[in-house]
């Protein structure tokens, strides 16, 4: 029903930048409901943790990236970015893009495959 595709990963120093992208697609005809879009990531040996949302245009952030981290997104061009500057060592992880569909009483989540982020010191 929705496909989630992340781009833009890769290998930067500390204190570079990286933009991530998620595709969105959604496949079939799907009821009208309520979507947020977020990013998590998760590191090695760790589980997977929230890094970002935004909700009706309005961005939260975990309290590890705030001030470093942009979440926003295109809703004509399906996209969902994660603009990533000042990166630490501690940001190396995989990173992943998720859809919550709200749907009254019923929630569906759906993930993509992620992409990998390194940093080196």
């Known amino acids: 029903q929705v496909q989630l595709v992340e781009s833009g990963g890769g290998s930067a120093q500390a204190g570079g930048s990286l933009t991530l992208s998620c595709t969105v697609s959604?496949?079939?005809?799907?009821?009208?409901?309520?979507?947020?879009m977020s990013w998590f990531r998760q590191a090695p040996g760790k589980e997977r943790d929230f890094v970002s949302v935004?909700?009706?245009?309005?961005?939260t952030y975990s309290d590890s990236v705030k001030g470093r981290f942009t979440i926003s997104q295109d809703n004509a061009k399906n996209m969902l970015y994660l603009q990533m500057n000042s990166l630490i060592p501690e940001d190396t992880a995989i990173y992943y893009c998720?859809?919550?569909?709200?749907?009254?009483?019923?929630?569906?989540?759906?993930w993509g495959q992620g992409t990998q982020v390194t940093v080196s010191s």
């Open positions: 959604r496949v079939g005809v799907l009821p009208p409901c309520r979507e947020l």
């Open positions: 935004i909700n009706d245009g309005t961005p």
């Open positions: 998720k859809m919550t569909r709200l749907c009254g009483l019923r929630t569906n989540n759906f």
